[in-house]
T-cell receptor
Framework: KAGVTQTPRYLIKTRGQQVTLSCSPI?????VSWYQQTPGQGLQFLFE???????NKGNFPGRFSGRQFSNSRSEMNVSTLELGDSALYLC????????????FGQGTRLTVV | KNEVEQSPQNLTAQEGEFITINCSYS?????LHWLQQHPGGGIVSLFM???GKKKHGRLIATINIQEKHSSLHITASHPRDSAVYIC???????????FGTGTSLTVIP
């Protein structure tokens, strides 16, 4: 059974650009959540999608957005990139929304220069 | 105040030692997760707990719901156990995680 796949693994962007990251969950999993990890702030919740609907959102500016497709694949988009957006972006998939184990992808390391 | 507090932040142990990492949380949870992160970033879920105790090989995780506290124990530690261990709780209002700051473990041969 394939794990959670995140693409790309590494990305370098310039300030002001926008970026789209992709997450393919484990087959059959319908919940996808996104996290940002930085050395200073640790892991922080971005948003959660279930059945193509955003169910929860963390405390991030509107530049961070996402969506989920009918096959449960999810994308997150960051517009007008800032240096502080440099981070490891992780997604996790789980079967349902509660009381189920989460499986993490390897992450996308974004560097903004 | 962080919803999840972990201790210690850093831990160095000799190979073979018994290791304990502690986690306290302040929010209502549906489950508590122990995660392992190796250099390079990939995160592996070690345990998901909602009560009692679980054991996988040399790893044991316990949770006390009343005291809002969990511990991760590693018996007979090995250098390959060197990693960052992260405690996370999934809230009882949905699939949102709150994370501890992690414990960086180094096991010396």
């Amino acid at each position: 059974k394939a794990g959670v796949t995140q693409t790309p693994r590494y990305l370098i962007k310039t300030r002001g650009q926008q970026v789209t990251l992709s997450c393919s969950p484990i087959s059959g999993h319908r919940s996808v959540s996104w996290y940002q990890q930085t050395p200073g702030q640790g892991l922080q919740f971005l948003f959660e999608y279930f059945s193509e609907t955003q169910r929860n959102k963390g405390n991030f500016p509107g530049r961070f957005s996402g969506r989920q497709f009918s096959n449960s694949r999810s994308e997150m988009n960051v517009s007008t990139l800032e240096l502080g957006d440099s981070a490891l972006y992780l997604c996790a998939s789980s079967l349902t929304r509660k009381n189920t184990e989460a499986f993490f992808g390897q992450g996308t390391r974004l560097t903004v220069v | 105040k962080n919803e999840v507090e972990q201790s210690p932040q850093n831990l160095t142990a000799q190979e073979g030692e018994f290791i304990t990492i502690n986690c306290s949380y302040s929010v209502g949870i549906s489950a508590l997760h122990w995660l392992q992160q190796h250099p390079g970033g990939g995160i592996v879920s070690l345990f998901m707990l909602s009560s009692g105790k679980k054991k996988h090989g040399r790893l044991i995780a316990t949770i006390n719901i009343q005291e809002k506290h969990s511990s991760l124990h590693i018996t007979a530690s090995h250098p390959r156990d060197s990693a960052v261990y992260i405690c996370a709780v999934s809230s009882n209002t949905g699939n949102q995680f709150y994370f501890g700051t992690g414990t960086s473990l180094t096991v010396i041969p």
